[in-house]
């Protein structure tokens, strides 16, 4: 079962905003305030690609190179629940956007690669589209 969920997906016209939420799902075992949080996108018949991490302290992020300036991820480990603030929205964002969890010895690491993480939700879709 997913110890994640993520939330605030939908339809936005190009130019608009969207947040999407990461929180964990009633029966998790994890609290998110421990671990690193990755939001991670894929496009229709395209890759997965890593949009932003942040770090289990907060203290690092990090983006994909099509979303600094953009998009702004952040975290609220007394709500359990992490942020990706997506601005300027353009039709090439249209994706679904899923965001996964790793716990690991530096609270300090945010790594880019999904396959360092260990938890992961459903992903929620966003669409881009006048």
């Known amino acids: 079962q997913s110890q994640l969920v993520e939330s605030g997906g939908g339809l936005v016209q190009p130019g608009g905003s969207l947040t999407l939420s990461c929180a964990t799902t009633?029966?998790?075992?994890?609290?998110?305030?421990?671990?690193?949080i990755g939001w991670f996108r894929q496009p229709p018949g395209g890759e997965r690609e890593v949009v932003a991490c942040?770090?289990?302290?907060?203290?690092?992020?990090d983006y994909g190179d099509a979303f600094w300036g953009r998009f702004t991820i952040s975290r609220d480990n007394a709500e359990n629940t992490n942020y990706l603030q997506m601005n300027i929205l353009k039709p090439e964002d249209t994706a679904v956007y899923s965001c996964?969890?790793?716990?690991?010895?530096?609270?300090?690491?945010?790594?880019?690669?999904?396959?360092?993480?260990?938890?992961w939700g459903q992903g929620t879709q966003v669409t881009v589209s006048s």
């Open positions: 942040i770090s289990a302290n907060g203290g690092r992020t």
């Open positions: 996964a969890a790793g716990f690991w010895q530096s609270a300090s690491y945010c790594p880019t690669s999904p396959s360092e993480y260990h938890y």
């Open positions: 009633t029966s998790a075992s994890i609290s998110l305030a421990y671990h690193g």
